[in-house]
Nanobody
Framework: QVHLVESGGGLVQSGGSLRPSCAAS???????AAWFRHAPGRERVFVVG???????YYTDSVKGRFTISRDNSKNTVYLQMSSLNAEDTADYYC???????????????????WGQGTQVTVSS
């Protein structure tokens, strides 16, 4: 089992930056890690993802503003968020997929473990 713990969310002004992180623990072999977000009144949506080869995936609304990275020595994935705006306000969840079989980054059903979430609030 993999245990994921997010941290680093918070309150930031519009135009500001945050860098949430997701630390993984437990016996695991992770094929992909991703960040999803869930805003009030909306469905949970995919934000960014990264697979073992280093290939990354981004939803259009965050391209050029968000960057996903990983530190394998620390078993941690980071989400660098810049130029934040009110539309980015949401609970952000880290997810891990163990298998490459039929993997689609944007599909939440392909992820096996989820963190508890970290809140990001952008004030205008």
């Amino acid at each position: 089992q993999v245990h994921l713990v997010e941290s680093g969310g918070g309150l930031v002004q519009s135009g500001g930056s945050l860098r949430p992180s997701c630390a993984a623990s437990g016996f695991y072999s992770i094929y992909a890690a991703a960040w999803f977000r869930h805003a009030p009144g909306r469905e949970r949506v995919f934000v960014v993802g990264i697979i073992v080869t280093g290939t990354t995936y981004y939803t259009d609304s965050v391209k050029g503003r968000f960057t996903i990275s990983r530190d394998n020595s620390k078993n941690t994935v980071y989400l660098q968020m810049s130029s934040l705006n009110a539309e980015d306000t949401a609970d952000y969840y880290c997810a891990a997929a163990f298998s490459s079989s039929d993997y689609v980054a944007e599909f939440g059903g392909k992820y096996n473990s989820w963190g508890q979430g970290t809140q990001v609030t952008v004030s205008s």
